[in-house]
């Protein structure tokens, strides 16, 4: 039976879960309470497949969890040491083809991608760091955007188009020349309808995009990931992987 009947039910990691029409492999995992590790995914916007963090291995093939509608009778190994080694390469390529100084990040402990190197036992970067060199635009009077830290997950990009409604990121160029860009003739923040109030101006897994004048207002060990491991933060949907800050959080 496929994903546009009935449902059914699939095994992840020996576990049977059901799942309903339409779910992908990742929309049962989390339903069920099963952690897969992901970065460019967020329920309610559309699957994009791009970090491959949550590639699992699908009666014996590889795919992607986000996108792979779930089918009835599947056998799906995630949680195995081939793949989560694999997935903690990806994840100390993100950290040196950017520029993440964690101890001086206002992110961390809310930061996804720390979180989930943390999970996944990464150590050190491994490969030599690339110390990339790219624009900061601080000209909003209220979002800055840093992109030294950005990993190309176009959660914002779909944030802004699907929730938002103001189309106010792109995805320019390919490969190593890919850069987040902003839809504006001047190319900066101030001149795009933009609000702090955007779910795009809060989604964003790493320090990239930050609320102007709210730095470091909770303070560590009471951030998002100082209290709850990733895998719980991806399993419930009560627990943002963006924890909004308040300023009477002391």
């Known amino acids: 039976?496929?994903?546009?009947?009935k449902g059914g039910t699939i095994s992840i990691d020996g576990q049977e879960i059901p799942f309903e029409a339409g779910q992908t492999i990742m929309d049962a995992a989390l339903a069920a309470g099963i952690y897969i590790p992901h970065l460019c995914h967020r329920p309610g916007l559309t699957p994009h497949g791009s970090c491959r963090l949550c590639t699992v291995e699908v009666d014996g093939r590889n795919a992607?969890?986000?996108?792979l509608p779930a089918?009835?009778?599947?056998?799906?190994?995630?949680?195995?040491v081939a793949l989560n080694e694999v997935r903690k390469t990806i994840t100390q390529m993100l950290f040196v083809e950017g520029n993440h100084l964690c101890p001086g990040c206002e992110k961390s402990g809310d930061c996804t991608l720390q979180a989930v190197a943390y999970y996944l036992g990464m150590?050190?970067?491994?490969?030599?760091?690339?110390?990339?060199?790219?624009?900061?635009?601080?000209?909003?009077?209220?979002?800055?955007?840093d992109r030294d830290r950005c990993i190309l997950c176009e959660l914002c990009?779909?944030?802004?188009?699907?929730?938002?409604?103001?189309?106010?990121?792109?995805?320019?160029?390919?490969?190593?020349?890919a850069s987040l860009i902003?839809?504006?003739p001047s190319g900066r923040l101030v001149d795009t309808d933009i609000a702090a109030t955007d779910v795009a101006?809060?989604?964003?897994?790493?320090?990239?995009?930050?609320?102007?004048?709210?730095?470091?207002?909770?303070?560590?060990?009471?951030?998002?990931?100082?209290?709850?491991r990733v895998s719980e933060a991806g399993r419930d949907a009560r627990l943002p992987l963006v924890r909004p800050r308040h300023a009477d959080e002391e």
Do not use: W
């Open 64 to 67: 992607a969890a986000c996108t």
């Open 71 to 80: 089918a009835d009778g599947q056998h799906v190994d995630s949680n195995t």
């Open 201 to 228: 101006a809060h989604i964003c897994p790493v320090g990239a995009i930050l609320i102007k004048g709210h730095g470091f207002e909770v303070p560590i060990g009471r951030r998002t990931f100082d209290t709850h």
């Open 123 to 145: 150590l050190d970067g491994h490969f030599p760091q690339f110390y990339p060199r790219r624009e900061v635009d601080a000209s909003h009077p209220d979002i800055v955007l």
């Open 182 to 184: 902003v839809n504006a």
């Open 157 to 177: 990009v779909r944030a802004s188009r699907q929730i938002d409604g103001k189309d106010v990121f792109a995805i320019s160029g390919r490969g190593i020349h």
């Open 1 to 5: 039976m496929s994903a546009e009947g």
